[in-house]
């Protein structure tokens, strides 16, 4: 693969799993929302090629009854997964805002988020190579991460470390903080507790758990 590819391809991947700083609510929309979408539009496609687009949209919403294969499909989505999941999306929605109006964490005290901060997204997981001219602190970080525990095999030791702050993000610990300051704050943790394990054992915790 050409070297530019190969950033893209390792760009595109560090901000899929850089989307668990997100809150539960939107990680749902990434993860199944915009993929149930785009079935839903294909369906759509070829249902409407097979009958007319009003027709396949009075089949969807229950009408008309659906005169084929196609349109039974969309209308058996338009009966039982549409009225779900709206139901649950918005249950979901009032559940948390009920519980959150007496929870409010001690991390948001006193602080006013703008609508600038609320739309922009989280910032992607550290590229290691960057640490390698960086701070003392990265560069130690690295040394131990890359060339200790991974034996200066700096593909798997970005890729391992991906997903140790990507699973990180994922726990109930962080699941109080906004979306910057979670990745923020799982990525120092997670230096340091990656940085003692390999100079401590010279291992790292994802191949172990790999074998």
Known sequence: MPPGRQRFVRRLRRAWRSRKALKG???WVLDWGLPMAACLSVLYVFAARAESPSGVYRAFALIDAPQHVLLWFASLIGWLLVPAIIGGFAGHVIAERISRAKSISTHTLFRQRKVRQRLRLPGLIDDLTAYFH???AQQDFVDAWVRVA???DWS???DHWEV????????Q?????DRHECLRQVQNTTKMTLRVLARSYGVCIVCERRR
């Open 25 to 27: 609510v939107t990680q």
């Open 173 to 177: 610990q962080y699941a109080h903080l």
């Open 164 to 171: 140790f702050v990507r699973d990180a993000m994922s726990t």
């Open 156 to 158: 798997r030791a970005q």
């Open 134 to 136: 960086g701070s003392v």
């Open 150 to 152: 991974h034996r200066n």
